[in-house]
């Protein structure tokens, strides 16, 4: 497991290098939306069911695994976490997750926020507006 402690560290040391916030938050704190949507994720990959990067990462062979809640079914090893990119400042990368809201921009004091939440191995990303942010900013 140390192993896999430190390829988490440093697949979520490339997140936070892009701005994303990482975060452990308990699982009884995550919104309904979140934990589903989390549940789902690991359950498409280990139900073989889940698209996969080159390097087919399985729960057979666990290792650290991200996925984004914009790509729902699509599963990439820590090196490939580029694949869950969005063109920044798209309408998709500005699509709130849970409520669907496009926000506006930091101009319009409407930005998305970029969240990371390591649930196991699962390092799940997600957009957010405002209101959607499943725990306060501090
Ligand atoms: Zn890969
Ligand atoms: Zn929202």
Request: hydrophobic share 45%; glycine share 6%; net charge neutral.
């Amino acid at each position: 497991m140390a192993d896999a402690a430190r390829r988490i560290s440093a697949g979520v040391s490339r997140l936070a290098a892009t701005g994303h916030e990482v975060r452990q938050v308990a699982y009884k704190a995550a919104p309904e939306w979140l934990t589903l949507s989390i549940v789902a994720a690991f359950t498409e990959w280990a139900e073989g069911e889940a698209a996969t990067c080159q390097h087919r990462p399985t729960v057979a062979q666990p290792e650290p695994v991200f996925a984004a809640a914009w790509m729902p079914g699509l599963i990439v090893c820590a090196q490939c976490t580029d694949r869950l990119a969005l063109p920044a400042g798209s309408v998709r990368d500005r699509t709130c997750d849970a409520c669907g809201h496009i926000c506006a921009g930091p101009a319009h004091a409407d930005p998305i926020w970029a969240k990371t939440v390591v649930a196991g191995l699962l390092v799940y990303q997600i957009g957010v507006c405002r209101d959607c942010l499943p725990w306060r900013a501090s």
